[in-house]
């Protein structure tokens, strides 16, 4: 099952507002997907991430597939049962994950062949077996397995992994069987226009319920990223969401906005906080600085999150120094509320025909003018 | 500030009821601590805790006084505001820590002068100093400097250190400034019950708000520390508060309710919560079992906390095989929660005169018969 309305389109840029609809409930389009790669987003309740204005969770099928087993989640009621989160959730296949983590992958027409990340078992996953996966974790949305060459990758392999990957769809294509998920077809093909635009159209021939961008953010310029992005979406079609895939900064978003992305997904900002690395709309704030030791200011005044209505900078780098857990969820719990108020006020900016010049702010303000020198 | 008023005193043993009046708000007594030693709960917010039924936290002067200082907390609008915890506080002074973890501990009549565990750094702390800096830390109870002398001293060393405390105690009483802040005295005397009946004397006759035994759970047989406190707590006046400093299991705790103790302390549940094992009715569960692995209970059955009521065994196992910050914060909501339901379990069979039975189930469940091997 799903839907996708598009309620703005904004002028002068490609960003649109859309509502999905999902087995589990509606998404307001864009929409930033924080990381549950375990089936949790790192400290966490799910009670928290409704507070903090979460919409849907990406969890990746690779992890859950090596520990504890899709068949345990299955068994115990599904991804949704197990991990206590009711709302929308998309399960990466994890051919990122399987080709950068897994220790001697060996892909073939047939599938990957990999040694675990965790114990060195063997596996083989095929389209097919990746796809039964996560049926069985019952996710709303579902993604093709796909093969991601490293970002150096020549040509030649970068266009025989996007031709794999299009196989690899189609097999995805006839072994699905549920209708209460939608499946997601991956364009492939790295910095190459070219490449992309083919494997846009191997896709789309496919009729697949959205498409998303991989292989994007693995190393190369970040301008480069957004270009790439900005002459692909406008290839699919404009009646199914776009998802690109593990980005990113702020201004990662808005510029992918601008080119017609709908829905992210980052370790960025959980990864950030467990790091100390608090987002602003002024920028980064690295707390653990020491600058911060007897600073009574909340992390982002005017912020409305739990963490910055009621602590400090001087307790957050205290907690932090101290090796407190709670600094992990404090940290959280702000960084993703962040998120959640950026992607608010995008479409706001989309709906109010505002949007080329709130795009421009978060360019300006949140990429070169860090509080803090930017870690990104 | 302080008011102690009996409730009930149950019939058969010294346990009482009460109601404890301190600055930040009542505690219903028998009442348990969780442990904030730097001004946090391990994994949990303050609005995690009053859902747990948490009535109190106490944290540590001597870790604050090391990080991040007294002086900033005081600078912040103290204890309270800096950690977002608006109920009552106890700050222990750390005589225990300062002994157990500062390195090269040298005690004169005058103080000690230690080695900061953390850095290095060269402190002497004096009574005077100690309950200065609790004043200024704003805790509801603050707790006077005491000797520590380890478990296994002579008796003619363990007499030393109660008559120095005494010593120290009276100029704690004559250093003290705030009205809205009770100060406790320590009774000292190892196992020995002759000194502990002279150390009681030493402290009844300075008319401390509430009197806590400390230098017991220290590796004595735990039937000898139940016995030492059973003997000494009748020695303390009926109507003032009485604290046992550092225990501990809920066996612990029902005997130590029964020999007329109101108020505990302990890293027992929280500990316990971070190394995966899960205090139940019927015993201890190692949440890491392979048997865990794709059971869809929830961790106690009948448990009435957010983790019983969302999340199964093989949940919590999976997150703490993953290592994922939730274990902590999931499994720490059920050991609070169940050692808050276990002291109002305790108040209600006072109230109903069934104590002596209660104890004896707590006794006979909690502590022989675990599900799984205890490693108390």
């Known amino acids: 099952m799903i839907g996708f309305r598009l309620v703005h389109q904004a002028a002068g840029t490609r960003a649109r507002v859309g509502s999905l609809t999902l087995a589990h409930g509606e998404v307001a389009t864009p929409a930033f997907m924080p990381v549950a790669t375990h089936g949790s987003v790192k400290g966490l309740t799910p009670r928290e991430l409704r507070r903090c204005g979460v919409q849907m969770l990406l969890a990746n099928a690779y992890h859950l597939w090596l520990r504890p087993g899709c068949e345990v989640i299955a068994g115990l009621g599904g991804l949704h049962r197990f991990t206590g989160w009711d709302g929308p959730i998309?399960?990466?296949?994890?051919?990122?994950?399987?080709?950068?983590?897994?220790?001697?992958?060996?892909v073939?027409?047939?599938?990957?062949?990999?040694?675990?990340?965790?114990?060195?078992?063997?596996?083989?996953?095929?389209?097919?077996?990746?796809?039964?996966?996560?049926?069985?974790?019952?996710?709303d949305v579902a993604m093709i397995l796909d093969e991601c060459p490293p970002g150096d990758a020549s040509r030649e392999r970068v266009a025989a992994?996007?031709?794999?990957?299009?196989?690899?769809?189609?097999?995805?294509?006839?072994?699905?069987?549920?209708?209460?998920?939608?499946?997601?077809?991956?364009?492939?093909?790295?910095?190459?226009?070219?490449?992309?635009?083919?494997?846009?159209?191997a896709m789309?021939?496919?009729?697949?319920?959205?498409?998303?961008?991989?292989?994007?953010?693995?190393?190369?310029?970040?301008?480069?990223?957004?270009?790439?992005?900005?002459?692909?979406?406008?290839?699919?079609?404009?009646?199914?969401?776009?998802?690109?895939?593990?980005?990113?900064?702020?201004?990662?978003?808005?510029?992918?906005?601008?080119a017609g992305i709908d829905l992210f997904d980052c370790v960025v900002p959980t990864r950030h906080a467990r790091n100390g690395t608090l987002f602003t709309r002024a920028g980064v704030r690295v707390i653990r600085h020491a600058r911060y030791a007897?600073?009574?200011?909340?992390?982002?005044?005017?912020?409305?999150?739990?963490?910055?209505?009621?602590?400090?900078?001087?307790?957050?780098?205290?907690?932090?120094?101290?090796?407190?857990?709670?600094?992990?969820t404090l940290n959280t719990i702000h960084n993703v509320t962040h998120y959640q108020n950026l992607m608010r006020e995008v479409r706001a900016a989309i709906?109010?025909?505002?949007?080329?010049?709130?795009?421009?702010?978060?360019?300006?303000t949140r990429c070169e003018e860090e509080v803090a020198p930017c870690p990104l």
Chains 1, 2 share one sequence.
């Open 351 to 364: 709906a109010a025909g505002t949007f080329a010049d709130f795009a421009a702010t978060v360019l300006g």
């Open 204 to 258: 789309i021939a496919l009729g697949f319920d959205g498409y998303a961008l991989g292989g994007l953010s693995v190393g190369e310029p970040r301008p480069q990223t957004w270009a790439v992005a900005a002459a692909t979406a406008p290839l699919l079609p404009g009646d199914r969401p776009r998802y690109f895939m593990g980005a990113g900064t702020p201004a990662d978003l808005v510029a992918l906005v601008a």
């Open 108 to 139: 073939t027409d047939e599938g990957v062949r990999f040694r675990s990340h965790l114990d060195g078992s063997a596996h083989l996953i095929t389209p097919e077996d990746m796809i039964g996966a996560q049926e069985r974790l019952g996710s």
């Open 161 to 201: 992994a996007a031709e794999r990957t299009a196989r690899w769809a189609q097999r995805t294509v006839a072994a699905r069987s549920r209708a209460d998920q939608a499946v997601f077809g991956i364009v492939q093909g790295g910095t190459d226009l070219a490449l992309r635009a083919e494997s846009a159209r």
């Open 294 to 328: 007897a600073d009574p200011l909340p992390p982002d005044e005017g912020c409305t999150c739990y963490t910055c209505a009621h602590f400090s900078r001087a307790y957050l780098r205290h907690l932090f120094m101290a090796r407190e857990p709670l600094a992990v």
């Open 90 to 106: 998309l399960t990466d296949s994890g051919g990122y994950q399987i080709f950068s983590l897994a220790a001697l992958a060996r």
